[in-house]
């Protein structure tokens, strides 16, 4: 990792990697990954600390992130409007699909989850988890919390949500995001050939939705389409995904074009 220049991006990297690091990480760790000195980095983390950016685990001694970006980050939810505008159709999408409902917007070249609404059967299948929570055979249906919270970022190359919001740029811009962000291999089915994810993306400029096909997870499929803006601008998108296996997929002219419905029926709301 590049040392940061300056106290501000040293912070800002700081709450990046503790996010990144599932269970936090000491000081020792954090000192050595950004490779400053540990008197500039305790007067660091003594500031985010006292401003609630961070926790420190006393047991432990990990830090990890604390309260402060959470209120940040509704706080941004909530100007943009997007949760009071969109959660009856997803709640209805996801009732009429079996499938979980999301809103993605692109932020830095990657998806970041503005809403999701979970299917039915999850809802299930975690109920049973906690009463049952010896029974492995029922993690392949759960995953893990991080990977579906609101406010993950997901590249934009493996998933209907990131297809839809790329096929909306120019493609001077998409080149440019690919560039910076790679096309990492997330399962066996992702899109990692330029070419050919270009070549879907105006496939799926064209057909107005995108499909997932396990590019992002293992088992779960995934169909997306935009919403509009009243100019005509792809904001974000939405999307239903689950288990491939599900009835549902039987007809994928129907679970397409519930879909579609759902996004012109948030497009609709977004310009009242």
């Known amino acids: 990792m590049k040392t940061p220049s300056n106290s501000l991006d040293r912070a800002l990297t700081v709450l990046e990697i503790i996010e990144q690091t599932p269970g936090g990480l000491t000081s020792g760790e954090i000192c050595r990954t950004l ?9 660091m983390m003594t500031r985010l600390k006292a401003k609630g950016y961070v926790t420190r685990d006393e047991r432990t001694g990990r830090y990890k992130v604390g309260l402060t970006p959470l209120v940040l980050a509704y706080g941004t939810l909530r100007e943009m409007g997007f949760r009071s505008l969109t959660e009856p159709t997803l709640y209805r999408l996801a009732s009429a699909t079996g499938l979980a409902v999301s809103i993605g917007v692109l932020e830095r070249g990657r998806v970041l989850l503005v809403d999701r609404v979970k299917s039915p059967q999850f809802v299930r299948d975690a ?6 929570s010896g029974k492995i055979a029922l993690t392949s249906r759960i995953r893990v919390r991080r990977d579906r919270d609101i406010g993950r970022e997901l590249p934009a190359h493996s998933n209907a949500l990131g297809k839809v919001l790329l096929a909306s740029l120019p493609r001077a811009q998409v080149l440019a995001i690919i560039a910076q962000e790679g096309l990492p291999r997330m399962t066996p089915h992702t899109i990692v050939s330029r070419a050919r994810l270009v070549s879907e993306l105006d496939a799926v400029r064209t057909q107005g939705y995108a499909i997932s096909n396990q590019e992002q997870y293992v088992n779960v499929r995934g169909i997306g ?7 005509g601008t792809v904001t974000a998108a939405v999307s239903a995904t689950g288990d491939p296996t599900k009835p549902i997929w039987k007809d994928p002219a129907e679970l397409i074009e519930l879909v579609r419905t759902a996004g012109r029926e948030i497009s609709r709301s977004m310009r009242l």
């Open 225 to 231: 389409a935009p919403l509009v803006d009243a100019n």
């Open 127 to 132: 109920v049973e988890f906690a009463n049952h």
């Open 35 to 43: 490779q400053i000195p540990k008197s500039s980095y305790s007067y």
